[in-house]
């Protein structure tokens, strides 16, 4: 079946450091991938998305690339922030039988140090 | 604010009880997903409603049972409550099944 996999955390970074959280992926077909975002005692939000092949999703400075070769969407900023804090999930959409099947990894917990 | 009501926010009982968590979808959003957050299992997909239809099931227990509405609400009853199943249950919503907008959560906790 369809799955995604993230590397576990908890990832700590100090603040300005580079993040990268890595996200595999397998499906059968061709999935759109997302990020999710989760502070603290809130609910998830979607962080960025791509939809195909070599698509880069960016926003509030995080970005990353859809690369099919390597079935990966690996997350990146340049230049982390306290408030940066947060678990981080990566999912994918795949349609399945008329209807679009999401599918969350099981998150990783970033904490950024002043 | 993701459009997306749960309520209630928090909610403690006993073991044995039974509880009901409501969730309001984004207006227009047809799709109704739960599920369930723990410290140790992560988000656990629970079940999936389509305009008033069940469409996917996930990882939901025979004790836990959930309906849509004709106005698009939702309701995941959990019945006969252990202590394990004390955990934040969030509800998402989408258009046809796509991105999700997540509720803010309900966290149960059970004694």
């Known amino acids: 079946g369809d799955s995604v996999t993230q590397m576990e955390g908890p990832v700590t970074l100090s603040e300005e450091a580079f993040l990268t959280i890595n996200c595999t992926y397998t499906a059968t077909g061709y999935p759109s991938l997302f990020w999710y975002v989760q502070y603290p005692g809130e609910g998830l939000q979607l962080l960025l998305k791509?939809?195909?092949?070599?698509d880069k999703g960016s926003n509030k400075g995080f970005e990353a690339t859809y690369r099919k070769e390597t079935t990966s969407f690996h997350l990146e900023k340049g230049s982390v922030q306290v408030s940066d804090s947060a678990v981080y999930f990566c999912a994918l959409i795949l349609n399945s039988g008329g209807y679009q099947k999401v599918t969350f990894g099981t998150g990783t917990k970033l904490q950024v140090i002043p | 604010d993701s459009g997306v009501t749960q309520t209630p926010k928090h909610l403690i009982t006993a073991t044995g009880q039974r509880v009901t968590l409501r969730c309001s979808p984004r207006s227009g959003d047809l799709s109704v997903y739960w599920y369930q957050q723990s410290l140790d299992q992560g988000l656990q997909f629970l079940i999936q409603y389509y305009n008033g239809e069940e469409r996917a099931k996930g990882n939901i227990l025979e004790r836990f049972s959930a309906q849509q509405f004709p106005d698009l609400h939702s309701e995941l009853n959990l019945s006969s409550l252990e202590l394990g199943d004390s955990a934040l249950y969030f509800c998402a919503s989408s258009v046809t099944g796509g991105i999700q907008y997540f509720g803010a959560g309900t966290r149960l906790s059970v004694l």
């Open positions: 791509a939809t195909k092949a070599d």
